[in-house]
């Protein structure tokens, strides 16, 4: 399973980006957990949002209305749409995905497949 991060850049507070994860040599993106993690300078990586195999969204409780997950399984792609950035959001952004149903949505290392990551840079 590969996956490929895609639509960061630098945008100033208050802006938006979406970011796009696709996912190939998989059995389709619904047979996935996928997630969001993002990592800043010097701190650890932590969780973003994820999606369940039946489309059940999750959001890490401070960032729950800013940034929403969403997927395409036609285009088997996964989305985080960031809304109203600031530079605490500053950070490499990852996607993962996992097949198992095993607790621990936000837990990094409950995950099996990683992308290389897509940088998010906001200035004030």
């Known amino acids: 399973v590969h996956l490929e991060e895609s639509g960061g850049g630098s945008v100033q507070t208050g802006g938006s980006l979406r970011l796009a994860c696709t996912v190939s040599?998989?059995?389709?993106?619904?047979?996935?957990?996928m997630a969001w993690f993002r990592q800043a300078p010097g701190k650890e990586r932590e969780a973003v949002a994820a999606?369940?195999?039946?489309?059940?969204?999750l959001s890490e409780d401070s960032l729950r209305g800013r940034f929403i997950i969403s997927r395409d399984a036609a285009k088997n792609t996964l989305y985080l749409q960031m809304n109203n950035l600031i530079p605490e959001d500053t950070a490499m952004y990852y996607c993962?995905?996992?097949?198992?149903?095993?607790?621990?949505?936000?837990?990094?290392?409950?995950?099996?497949?990683w992308g290389q990551g897509t940088r998010v840079t906001v200035s004030s």
């Open positions: 993962a995905a996992r097949s198992s149903g095993s607790p621990g949505l936000f837990v990094a290392s409950s995950y099996m497949y």
């Open positions: 040599g998989s059995m389709g993106i619904r047979n996935y957990i």
């Open positions: 999606i369940q195999k039946d489309g059940v969204t």
